[in-house]
Nanobody
Framework: QVQLVESGGGSVMAGGSLRLSCAAS????????VGWFRQAPGKEREGVAA????????YYADTVKGRFTISQDNAKNTVYLQMNSLKPEDTAMYYC??????????????????????WGQGTQVTVSS
């Protein structure tokens, strides 16, 4: 089992920045994809960014490319999502998730929430205009 805990959410003005953290504990030894997802009220959960266990590739939704950056610190078992130039439409609950897959997968797989089997409780991000 893997436990994921998100932190770093909050309320900011449009154009501001936030950095979300996802700390993993438990059975973190096996290689895993880690993704950030978000869900706004009345909308489906959508993939924002993902990083494979080998770290060289990073996947981003088109809506956040150039503004968000996913990174990982393996020594701390933590994955980060740096969010810059935030927009009101970025307002959502943000979730961290992990998938026990080590092989290469395309972005369409990595950004789909149904492929992930471990989830955090979420952290709220609110962007005001």
């Amino acid at each position: 089992q893997v436990q994921l805990v998100e932190s770093g959410g909050g309320s900011v003005m449009a154009g501001g920045s936030l950095r979300l953290s996802c700390a993993a504990s438990g059975s973190t030894g096996n290689a895993k994809y880690v993704g950030w997802f978000r869900q706004a009220p009345g909308k489906e959960r959508e993939g924002v960014a993902a990083i494979p266990p080998f770290g060289a590739l990073k996947y981003y939704a088109d809506t956040v490319k150039g503004r968000f950056t996913i990174s990982q610190d393996n020594a701390k078992n933590t994955v980060y999502l740096q969010m810059n130039s935030l927009k009101p439409e970025d307002t959502a609950m943000y979730y961290c998730a992990a998938a026990s897959v080590a092989a290469y997968r395309p972005s369409t797989w990595a950004l789909h929430p149904m492929n992930y089997n471990y989830w955090g409780q979420g952290t709220q991000v609110t962007v005001s205009s």
